[in-house]
């Protein structure tokens, strides 16, 4: 149970010259289950898109799955769950045909749907407690429902790796206790998880380690640190988890 | 009905219906998109290649479709390459792209009459061979829109989690833009260059009023289109009106009965949703006193 799963070494990022992260270096093996910490604007989810590919390095590297990142394509072993669902258009979409693009990665573009893939559609959402929304828009649930629907979608593809980029911030009391749950039942099953998180909530007792990204390195890499210290950091920049959802880029999908 | 007893009134209802079935199934996913009005710029470049095809005494509907393959791929670099630039460059292709177009026909020997045509569309004129060009690449936009949908929805719903899914993202992204190319190019025939994108983006804005999944939606969609291209035609040979206007108009008028049911049938669900689902309405507030 301990082959690596991500492996980041000495990687730096920059946004159009300024630094987000300088050297970071991070190991993750197989039944770990990560929390990557910190303040509002530390790099955290620079972090995991780097690792996810979808942020440039501009030195070091990103192994998966012991493979060079720019070589890995058995994308069906890793889900992604983002910080929220895009605004994606006018076009409703039901909670099903969401989550059924999470067996995208395994199914392949040509094949249509079969048994196997809307059995682990159902399967997903019942995980998330949804199961009874499934011919539901996505748009007629709540900020939290949204957020499950996220999950179920990654969970879907049946992954061995979860990434996931603050999935309970702004959610409510059910929904971060239906998410701990199916979580849980992840990590239960042999899964591995890399969790960026501003507050860790009911997800607390999951984690196994903590990553603390502070000022472009990594801080602290180890037990999870007191919440009573965490939050008297001064550095520690506490946003409301309930602030209005960003505006949607014109030409973002 | 006597009217489509007539060979060329056979076409035209026939190749009507094909695009108004073909335009709102790409439709949709460019609406998905935000990028409903994608269609006209597209449009506005196929006019240089009708321009360059009038003056090279070469098809212009053939030209038009690699033209604006050309301007829809260019489009597409555009869009994903950045966001700040992205109106202002989409903006000198569509005005170069109808400036070239009234440029090069006025060259050309052809009369004002032929650069009507295409600017309003002109289903009477379709000749056989302009039928087949259009059966075979409405055929063929159908069937990839259909089969594709899973990984086109994928795209346009959430581009991110698509590339994380090991989706060819850039590939499907082109396929979109040469498709759009081929649909503006056919459906030029029928409604013109001005109304192209009433055709891809009107049926699809009526369906969503009453729809509650992206299939659903896709479907009515297709539906209406087919709808409307028929009911125009029809309207058309009947009053003497210009066809693609009247194609046009009848989708604006679907979508004005569908939108006025969907008021009704909207909060009729509402009422429902909210008396079914209390954690719809649970204040946040519940959340503070945990973390």
């Given amino acids: 149970m301990s082959a690596p799963v991500i492996t980041v070494t000495r990687a730096a990022i920059g946004y159009e010259g300024r630094a987000v992260l300088r050297d970071v270096s991070l190991t993750v093996t197989s039944g770990e289950v990560v929390a990557v910490l910190g303040a509002n604007g530390s790099g955290k989810s620079t972090l995991t898109r780097a690792v996810l590919g979808l942020v440039p390095l501009s030195s070091g590297s990103v192994e998966l799955f012991d493979q060079p990142a720019r070589r890995f394509r058995q994308w069906h072993r890793i889900g992604y769950v983002p910080q929220r669902l895009g605004a994606g258009g006018g076009v409703p979409a039901t909670v099903g045909e969401v989550v059924a693009a999470g067996r995208l990665a395994r199914r392949g573009i040509l094949r249509p749907p079969g048994r196997a893939d809307r059995r682990a559609v159902a399967t997903a959402l019942a995980a998330v407690g949804l199961a009874d929304r499934t011919g539901d828009p996505v748009s007629t649930l709540s900020g939290g429902q949204q957020q499950r629907v996220l999950i179920a979608r990654a969970l879907a593809g049946e992954p061995e790796l979860l990434i996931l980029d603050e999935p309970t911030a702004g959610v409510d009391a059910a929904s971060q206790a239906a998410f701990a749950g199916a979580l849980q039942e992840f990590v239960a099953g042999g899964g591995t998880v890399l969790l960026v998180a501003h507050e860790l909530g009911p997800l607390r007792p999951l984690i196994s380690r903590a990553v603390v990204v502070h000022a472009g390195g990594i801080a602290h890499d180890g037990p999870v640190p007191e919440p009573a210290g965490h939050h008297a950091d001064p550095d520690h920049d506490h946003v409301h988890p309930h602030g209005p959802n960003e505006p949607a880029g014109l030409w973002s999908a | ?291």
């Fill in chain 2, 1 to 291: 009905m006597e009217l489509f007893q007539y060979p060329y009134m056979q076409r035209a209802l026939v190749g009507a219906l094909i695009i108004g079935l073909a335009a709102p199934a790409l439709g949709i996913y460019l609406v998905q998109r935000r990028l409903a009005l994608i269609g006209d710029g597209v449009g506005h470049v196929a006019l240089t290649g009708v321009g360059a095809g009038l003056l090279l005494n070469r098809s212009p509907v053939l030209v038009a479709v690699i033209v604006a393959s050309l301007g829809a791929i260019t489009i597409e670099l555009v869009r994903a390459r950045g966001r700040t630039s992205g109106d202002l460059a989409l903006a000198l292709l569509f005005y170069g792209g109808i400036a070239g177009g009234v440029m090069l026909v006025g060259l050309s020997d052809s009369t004002s009459a032929s650069l009507n045509a295409y600017l309003f569309g002109s289903l009477s004129t379709i000749t056989p061979t302009d039928l087949t060009t259009i059966a075979v690449l409405g055929a063929a936009i159908l069937v990839t829109m259909l089969a594709l949908r899973p990984a086109l929805f994928a795209i346009c719903h959430d581009e991110e989690y698509a590339r994380v899914s090991g989706l060819p993202v850039r590939a499907l992204n082109l396929l979109l833009a040469v498709a759009t190319a081929v649909t503006v190019t056919i459906a030029m025939r029928a409604v013109g260059v001005l109304l192209i994108s009433a055709l891809m983006v009107v049926p699809v804005a009526a369906a969503q009023q009453v729809t509650r999944g992206f299939r659903s939606t896709m479907t009515a969609a297709m539906t209406l289109g087919l709808f409307a291209a028929g009911s125009g035609v029809y309207v058309a040979a009947n009053a003497d009106t210009a066809p693609g206007a009247s194609v046009v108009l009848m989708a604006i008028a679907s979508f004005a009965v569908v939108a006025l049911a969907g008021v009704g049938w909207r909060t009729l669900r509402r009422r429902r949703v909210a008396a079914a689902d209390p954690s719809a309405v649970e204040p946040h507030e519940v959340v503070l006193s945990q973390s």
